[in-house]
């Protein structure tokens, strides 16, 4: 069975720090996804990963997926309030004709 | 980037009654959908795999006889809730890949039930 684990469920940081948020999985996948969720909302991707040592950014947000260690992080540059969100990584499964196994989330609030 | 679009966006209905909720790709066919049920402060849990032209397949502990899911066109995908209760009160979530590209998934924006 895939799991797939975040780690910190919660975070509270002041604006302009920085954070990194982990995610583990447990059997081999080549597609590691990043989502963000505001409250009431559904999915915003923000990054697909697909290899081993990609890395991405976007704005304040960089991912990098280590596949050998099955080891995403999602690295937060300089927090500001609008990064406040629930974010999701996700891993594809292939034994569920590729649907996605999600972490339990990440509750993001920055705060002044 | 693809679109899904999902209808309604919001259902509050009474016990015991059913509700149908739709997902549709707007701008590209999907020959595979899928739906996930949200928890209030949880995560996403796949309830099923939608298939055009072939049953679908569901997750364990998910009733399909409850649950139905018709897979009408590659660009509708059906989920209907049968004789719903309070417990079916979720945020229910469609995706679809695009044909061909697995590592593209786009999901709906979400249908609020309610069962009072």
């Known amino acids: 069975e895939l799991k797939v684990e975040q780690n910190p469920l919660f975070l509270s940081m002041q604006e302009g720090k920085n954070y990194t948020i982990y995610c583990n999985y447990s059997t081999t996948s080549d597609r590691l996804y990043w989502y963000r969720q505001d409250p009431g909302k559904s999915l915003e991707s923000l990054f697909v990963?697909?290899?081993?040592?990609a890395v991405k950014q976007e704005g304040r947000l960089m991912a990098s997926l280590d596949t050998k260690a099955r080891l995403s992080t999602l690295h937060i540059t300089a927090a500001v309030h609008d990064l406040s969100a629930t974010y999701f990584c996700?891993?594809?499964?292939?034994?569920?004709?590729?649907?996605?196994?999600f972490g339990k989330g990440t509750s993001l609030l920055v705060t002044p | 980037g693809a679109v899904v679009s999902q209808h309604p966006s919001w259902v509050i209905c009474k016990s015991g009654t059913s509700v149908k909720i739709e997902c549709r790709s707007l701008?590209?066919?999907?020959?595979?959908m899928f739906w996930y049920r949200q928890f209030p402060k949880q995560s996403l849990m796949l309830m099923a795999t939608s298939n055009e032209g072939s049953k679908a397949t569901y997750e364990q502990g998910v009733e399909k006889d409850k649950f139905l899911i018709n897979h009408a066109s590659l660009t509708l995908s059906t989920l209907t809730v049968t004789s719903a209760h309070p417990e079916d009160s979720s945020f229910y979530i469609c995706?679809?890949?695009?044909?061909?590209?697995?590592?593209?998934?786009?999901f709906g924006p979400g249908t609020r039930l309610t069962v009072l």
């Open positions: 996700a891993v594809l499964n292939s034994n569920s004709g590729y649907a996605l196994n």
């Open positions: 990963l697909l290899s081993n040592g």
């Open positions: 995706s679809a890949p695009t044909s061909g590209r697995r590592d593209e998934q786009f």
């Open positions: 701008d590209f066919q999907a020959t595979t």
